[in-house]
């Protein structure tokens, strides 16, 4: 069974820094794109960042410059780091691998 498990959430305050992280099952983390969602409350969710198998990645406009995304192999971890964070960055952050999903980290940015 694929898991992806999540951690890293929490409270910080805006202009603040975290870092999450989404371990995942061995043998599907390697050949696949792994992403990270966000869904704020009354929102939809929405595509932050992506990163292919080869390291290609691809993020929303409103995380740009602001957010990276990383993966190791060696560890099947995916990771986000999180920099500069604003309110409007509140949310639950999800990790993605095809069609498996993480149970989502509660991520509150406030003063």
């Known amino acids: 069974q694929v898991q992806l498990v999540e951690s890293g959430g929490g409270l910080v305050q805006p202009g603040g820094s975290l870092r999450l992280s989404c371990a995942a099952s061995?043998?599907?983390?390697?050949?696949?794109?792994m992403s990270w969602y966000r869904q704020a409350p009354g929102k939809e969710r929405e595509l932050v960042a992506t990163i292919t198998s080869g390291g290609t990645t691809q993020y929303a406009d409103s995380v740009k410059g602001r957010f990276t995304i990383s993966r190791d192999n060696a560890k099947t971890t995916v990771y986000l780091q999180m920099n500069s964070l604003k309110p409007e960055d509140t949310a639950v952050y999800y990790c993605r691998m095809i069609e498996y999903w993480g149970q989502g980290t509660q991520v509150t940015v406030s003063s």
């Open positions: 061995r043998s599907l983390f390697l050949f696949n794109t």
